[in-house]
């Protein structure tokens, strides 16, 4: 069987960044509904279509088509009084939207000064190319649940 639209892939896979570096060993399969349901890079997505089981890819994914480039402006200095008296760099909190932005977001804290948190909105993997490498080792029809709600039900999938 092909992978086509309403199609559930299952993949063995590793992403490493382009000096080799490993960023996921992949250690659980993936599997996703495939046909722009967003369950994988739509650039991963394109490639995989009308692959089939034992077929090997290795996919450059640039950071528009991953987790988009950085950007510094959603990198800022904040009064340490914000925050609670136990915090630590690389923790991670959400920030609800403010009159003007359009989004709400998760931030991590890279750095405490004393009387200052530097916070950073953007994904750790923003403005990082990276190799996606894969190997399909399942494809199925999807259930007409699994094409209702838009995702994979069952094993390595989402439970209701």
Excluded: W
């Amino acid at each position: 069987m092909l992978i086509a639209r309403n199609t559930v892939v299952t993949l063995n896979y590793s992403v490493r960044d382009t000096e080799g570096a490993s960023i996921d060993e992949g250690t659980n399969p993936l599997v996703y509904l495939h046909g722009g349901y967003g369950g994988i890079f739509d650039r991963i997505e394109e490639e995989l279509q009308g692959k089939a089981v034992g077929d090997e890819l290795e996919i450059k994914l640039e950071p528009e088509d991953a987790f988009g480039e950085y950007d510094a402006d959603l990198v800022a200095i904040e009064p340490r009084q914000l925050f609670p008296e136990n915090i630590e760099v690389g923790m991670q909190f959400e920030r609800g939207a403010e009159d003007g932005e359009s989004e709400d977001g998760l931030f991590t804290i890279t750095d405490i000064a004393d009387d200052k948190v530097v916070v950073d909105g953007n994904h750790p993997l923003a403005g990082i190319s990276l190799l996606f490498s894969c190997t399909v080792t399942g494809v199925r029809v999807a259930t007409a649940e699994e094409i209702t709600h838009g995702h994979v039900h069952g094993e390595h999938g989402h439970h209701h």
